[in-house]
């Protein structure tokens, strides 16, 4: 296997390379694109999952600090990676012992029709996967200021007198999601305005280029979901609930309430926010980790965030038809 829960310090030159060596090993299946360019020039990279023409989109990486679900989504790539062409190479052979059962076969029965039912999502939609949006602020929760490789950066960083490792912002010290051009967003100075950041455009750019079924974005901490949209209707919002209830099942995280959407003072300007009124399909934040985690966060929570997580995308057909 490729990515490795073990490392402690899962950097971002880490994640590109492993973004690489997965399209290279899954390369039937699994593509690595560059999609933008973070304000200290690093590369924003996006995982393609599958050969289908319906498309789905999962984030993470949002906040530089929430260092776990970049690399949980990079272990789920490989996991259906994985089992789409063990399934690809086994498929007939499968399909044979299928149609004849014996007391042999029981044992292998359900692994069989998990990657029988694996391939054929694959084949009919493409997961997106951007594990990391803001790299410059992922590296900055993990190295500090000396990560910056622009001087004018650090100098502008240094100024805000910041505990690094608590740090959640891009590498121009502005919070991406807060920073989308949607209902809520608010100005936060006379400076300010929405779309101003590489990242935010990045991911804009992507909404726009695909036609996207519906959005996931990851963040931490909590364990719950966020599903309500007061600037939407009560049948897009009904369809939320619904979709946030078979996360719940599946992830046993707990469904947000809808007068706590948006905190109080709050400025706006979210992703699922700017999504859900531009193109009316479900999006849906789903926060991991536990809500008395502290930041740096321990890397030992990858393992239980992927077992919470790794059936969502087996399930995410269903739940944006």
């Known amino acids: 296997m490729i990515i490795d829960f073990n490392k402690v310090k899962y950097s971002y030159e880490d994640l590109v390379a492993d973004a690489k060596a997965l399209a290279k090993?899954?390369?039937?299946?699994?593509?690595?694109?560059?999609?933008?360019?973070?304000?200290?020039?690093?590369?924003?990279?996006?995982?393609?999952?599958?050969?289908?023409?319906?498309?789905i989109l999962f984030t993470a990486g949002v906040h530089g600090r929430e260092t776990i679900n970049p690399i949980v989504l990079m272990k789920i790539a490989e996991f259906y990676a994985k089992q789409f062409e063990d399934y690809q190479g086994l498929g007939e052979k499968y399909d044979k012992r299928l149609a004849r059962p014996s007391t042999m076969i029981e044992e292998q029965y359900d692994y069989m029709i998990f990657g029988k039912c694996v391939y054929e999502l694959l084949e009919t939609y493409t997961i997106l996967m951007i594990p990391l949006l803001n790299p410059d602020?992922?590296?900055?929760?993990?190295?500090?200021?000396?990560?910056?490789?622009d001087l004018d950066l650090r100098e502008r960083i240094k100024k805000k007198g910041h505990n690094y490792s608590q740090w959640k912002y891009n590498g121009r010290g502005v919070d991406i999601n807060r920073n989308?051009?949607?209902?809520?967003?608010?100005?936060?100075?006379s400076k300010d305005y929405a779309a101003s950041e590489n990242e935010t455009k990045t991911l804009i750019q992507i909404f726009h280029h695909y036609r996207i079924r519906g959005f996931l974005d990851f963040h931490s901490r909590g364990k719950c979901i966020y599903y309500h949209r007061k600037s939407m209707t009560e049948a897009y919002n009904e369809k939320q609930l619904q979709i946030a209830k078979r996360l719940k099942d599946i992830t046993k995280y707990q469904l947000v309430d809808p007068k706590h959407e948006i905190d109080y003072g709050d400025s706006?300007?979210?992703?699922?926010?700017?999504?859900?009124?531009?193109?009316?399909?479900?999006?849906?934040?789903?926060?991991?980790?536990?809500?008395e985690a502290g930041f740096p966060l321990d890397y030992k929570y990858r393992t239980s965030t992927y077992e919470e997580l790794k059936l969502i995308l087996f399930e995410i057909a269903g739940l944006f038809l």
């Open 25 to 55: 090993q899954y390369k039937s299946i699994l593509q690595c694109v560059t999609i933008g360019k973070s304000h200290d020039n690093r590369d924003i990279v996006m995982l393609k999952l599958g050969r289908g023409l319906k498309y």
């Open 137 to 149: 602020g992922y590296m900055i929760s993990l190295y500090g200021i000396k990560s910056l490789k």
């Open 180 to 189: 989308f051009p949607c209902n809520s967003w608010k100005p936060k100075n």
């Open 268 to 291: 706006g300007g979210n992703t699922v926010h700017y999504f859900s009124e531009h193109f009316y399909k479900p999006a849906i934040t789903i926060e991991t980790v536990d809500e």
